[in-house]
Every structure is written in C-alpha cells, then in structure tokens.
C-alpha cells in the first residue's frame, strides 16, 4: 500500500494558501504562451492581490463539482503548476481534468504527465469515477502527447472552435474509461 | 423588409414571463422522459416560485448568460418548449444551442427542427458566430436526426458519460459551420 496517494515519482499534489497561489497566478498570466495553451479567454492581468480576493472568496463557496490541487515537485518542492477536475457530475461518475505548468522551465521534463497520472489514480481510485475527460486545443501536440501517453484516447473533434492569430483552430476531446486506466495497470496499488 | 428573424415556417421564437416560465417548466419537469433526453441532471422538482425567482435572477444579469426563448407554435400561439444559445460568443464566435420540446403530444411534427433553424438563422445571421455546437446522449435518435435535418454535422462522443438505467451511455458532439449552414441556405 502507497502511503502518499497523492505523490507520484516527480510531483505531488498540495493545497495552498490563497497568498501563495494568487503570486503565482498573477505571475504566470504574464507569459502569453502560457495563456494560449491554458484557455479561451483574452489574457487579462490581475494583479496579486485581486487574485487572492478571488481565491478566498472561493473558498467561502461550498462546492462539490471541483477539486482542485496544486503541483509541486518532489526533489525540490518548487510550486510549478496547477490540476483540477471540473464539471464533476456524481451521479454520472464523470469528470473532466485540466492541467496546467505555469513555469515554463519544467515543461516537457515529465513533471505534466506525471501529474496527471497522479490525479487519474485519485479520480478512479478514491473518487471512483467512470470517466475522466479533456479537451485539447489542435496547437498544443506537446499536451496531446502527454495525455496518450497516461492513457487518454481522441474521441472526437471541434471543428473551428476558436478564432486566434486570424484562423480557427480545432478543439480535440479525450477520455479514458475506468477500465481502460485498470487495464493499464498504472499506479493502480 | 419582409422578413421575421424569429419566426419559421412552424413557430416562432417569443420573450415569456417569469411566471409564464415558470409554471411551462414546473409542468414539463414532472415528465420524467423529457428529463432524461434533456439533461444530465437527476431527474427532480421545483416550485412555480422557486422557478420564478431563478429566471429572474438570471434575467437581471448584464449582459445575460445565454439568449433563451420560449418556443410558440404558429397555428394557436401554444407554448410548447424553450430554446436558444449560451458559450463564448466573444471573442471565438462559437456558442451552444439548446432546444428542449416539453409538450410531448407535438414531439416529432418538425416543431423543433424548425425552431432549431431559426436559432441557427438567428446566431449565424444576428450574432454573426462563426460556428454552433451542441451535444446529445446517445438514446435520442430523434433529436439526432432533427438535428442533422437542420445541418448539425456528428463531431466526436464521450464513451461512456452518463449512467443511467444502469449502464453507460455516450455523449455525441455535433456542430455546424457558419460556412455549411451558409452552403445549405435554410434560412
């Protein structure tokens, strides 16, 4: 039995302080690249301390459809990102997940991947979920990459969901099936 | 110009009170089938007032979050469902339709084929989108097909995404493209 379920081999998942996570929100909103990757919205700044107001007012809220973590790395415990499910419907036992590494020195190091192997464990082995969902945007292939790679299967495409840099850009949809993640056999203890 | 933007060949898109609203929906919520080809939600019920006071609520905000109407049906003015559009109309030009037919005695008759077209004139030439999706559960071939009768192209399915009557259920992905709905020329 693994006594940290929400450790993995590079990351684990924390909770943290309005303060902490508002610095780097507000940090992280200033690298546009990031922003194209992480939403549809226009990039908007907000500074720290707006951040923190809005954090804390979530918190006050009561909610049962989202969990959120942040990620922080194990050799280091440097904060680099963020991951939650969204639209968690109970009654259906389906959920979709949204990731996110704000700093961009540890992209394409694992650090994603193995966080979402981490919250997939978590959503079927003690949330115990059916599915798990995504979406992808067409630009972002790094992403789809590390989506396959923990088990993520394409299930269908958006077709010019999105207007930016002048064109339209699709929007790919993934999911992996509870039993698909057990058949994988992957951090399953 | 001899053009009504919200009406079609079979009914006509209207603006209701609250508690005209209100009390269309508390009725309709009592069917549980439509329940089940509606939404995701467990099927449960609300008071006329409980209702009354959501759609107000929702009417007071500015902008609104999606652009609902009632659905009348042209022949006696009888309201017989709601439809309309929410999503990220700005900046992507994209947004989600949703139609809900709840007098069940006029299911299949093209009511809501027809008023799934004028939503759709009505986002492409009103709202200039660029595209319109939706999304409906795998055990509504009848909606599926009014949908593609009104252009809607299939896109994708989430395998498995409700769990009802004790097995699971797909969840299919169609759109149309301001292009397609221009090429078929239904409005």
Same mark, same amino acid.
């Given at each position: 039995?693994?006594?940290?379920?929400?450790? @993995?081999?590079?990351?684990?998942?924390?909770?943290?302080?309005?303060?902490?996570?508002?610095?780097? !929100?507000?940090?992280?909103?200033?690298?546009?690249?990031?922003?194209? !990757?992480?939403?549809?919205?226009? #990039?908007?700044?907000?500074?720290?301390?707006?951040?923190?107001?809005?954090?804390?007012?979530?918190?006050?809220?009561?909610?049962?459809?989202?969990? !959120?973590?942040?990620?922080?790395?194990?050799?280091?415990?440097?904060?680099?990102? !963020?991951?939650?499910?969204?639209?968690?419907?109970?009654?259906?036992?389906?959920?979709?997940?949204?990731?996110?590494?704000?700093?961009?020195?540890?992209?394409?190091?694992?650090?994603?991947?193995?966080?979402?192997?981490?919250?997939?464990?978590?959503?079927?082995?003690?949330?115990?979920?059916?599915?798990?969902?995504?979406?992808?945007?067409?630009?972002? #292939?790094?992403?789809?990459?590390?989506?396959?790679?923990?088990?993520?299967?394409?299930?269908?495409?958006?077709?010019?969901?999105?207007?930016?840099?002048?064109?339209?850009?699709?929007?790919?949809?993934?999911?992996?099936?509870?039993?698909?993640?057990?058949?994988? @056999?992957?951090?399953?203890? | 110009?001899?053009?009504?933007?919200?009406?079609?060949?079979?009914?006509?898109?209207?603006?209701?009170? &609250?508690?005209?609203?209100?009390?269309?929906?508390?009725?309709?919520?009592?069917?549980?089938?439509?329940?089940? +080809?509606?939404?995701?939600? &467990?099927?449960?019920?609300?008071?006329?007032?409980?209702?009354?006071?959501?759609?107000?609520?929702?009417?007071?905000?500015? &902008?609104? &979050?999606?652009?609902?109407?009632?659905?009348?049906? +042209?022949?006696?003015?009888?309201?017989?469902?709601?439809?309309?559009?929410?999503?990220?109309?700005?900046?992507?030009?994209?947004?989600?339709?949703?139609?809900?037919?709840?007098?069940?005695?006029?299911?299949?008759?093209?009511?809501?084929?027809?008023?799934?077209?004028?939503?759709?004139?009505?986002?492409?030439?009103?709202?200039?989108?660029?595209? =319109?999706?939706?999304? =409906?559960?795998?055990?509504?071939?009848?909606?599926?097909?009014?949908?593609?009768?009104?252009?809607?192209?299939?896109?994708?399915?989430?395998?498995?995404?409700?769990?009802?009557?004790?097995?699971?259920?797909?969840?299919?992905?169609?759109?149309?493209?301001?292009?397609?709905?221009?090429?078929?020329?239904?409005?």
């Amino acid at each position: 039995m693994k006594n940290d379920l929400l450790a @993995g081999e590079l990351v684990h998942l924390t909770a943290e302080n309005p303060e902490v996570m508002a610095e780097c !929100f507000s940090r992280w909103n200033r690298d546009t690249e990031w922003l194209r !990757f992480l939403d549809t919205d226009p #990039p908007r700044l907000l500074s720290a301390k707006k951040w923190k107001e809005w954090l804390e007012k979530n918190l006050e809220k009561d909610v049962t459809d989202e969990v !959120f973590f942040a990620i922080r790395t194990l050799e280091a415990d440097t904060l680099i990102g !963020f991951i939650g499910l969204f639209d968690l419907y109970q009654q259906h036992g389906d959920a979709l997940v949204a990731i996110a590494l704000g700093e961009r020195k540890f992209w394409g190091n694992g650090y994603g991947t193995d966080a979402m192997r981490v919250m997939l464990r978590y959503a079927f082995n003690e949330l115990n979920l059916r599915r798990v969902g995504l979406i992808v945007f067409e630009y972002n #292939p790094r992403a789809r990459r590390s989506y396959e790679k923990v088990g993520f299967v394409p299930e269908g495409r958006i077709r010019g969901a999105m207007q930016r840099e002048g064109r339209r850009w699709d929007w790919l949809y993934m999911g992996i099936l509870r039993e698909e993640w057990l058949a994988k @056999g992957i951090m399953t203890r | 110009m001899d053009i009504n933007i919200l009406q079609g060949a079979l009914v006509r898109l209207t603006a209701e009170d &609250p508690e005209t609203f209100a009390k269309a929906h508390s009725r309709w919520d009592r069917d549980s089938e439509f329940k089940r +080809l509606l939404d995701s939600e &467990p099927s449960s019920l609300f008071s006329v007032r409980q209702l009354t006071e959501w759609i107000q609520k929702d009417m007071e905000k500015d &902008p609104p &979050p999606f652009y609902l109407f009632g659905i009348r049906t +042209l022949e006696n003015d009888q309201l017989i469902g709601f439809g309309g559009l929410e999503g990220d109309i700005f900046p992507h030009g994209e947004a989600f339709a949703g139609i809900g037919i709840g007098e069940r005695e006029v299911w299949s008759k093209g009511y809501g084929t027809d008023a799934m077209k004028v939503i759709l004139r009505y986002a492409f030439q009103e709202l200039n989108l660029r595209r =319109v999706s939706l999304d =409906v559960f795998e055990y509504n071939p009848r909606a599926i097909r009014s949908y593609e009768k009104a252009g809607f192209v299939y896109e994708g399915r989430a395998r498995g995404y409700l769990y009802r009557e004790g097995q699971r259920w797909d969840l299919l992905f169609m759109g149309i493209l301001r292009e397609e709905w221009l090429a078929k020329d239904t409005g």
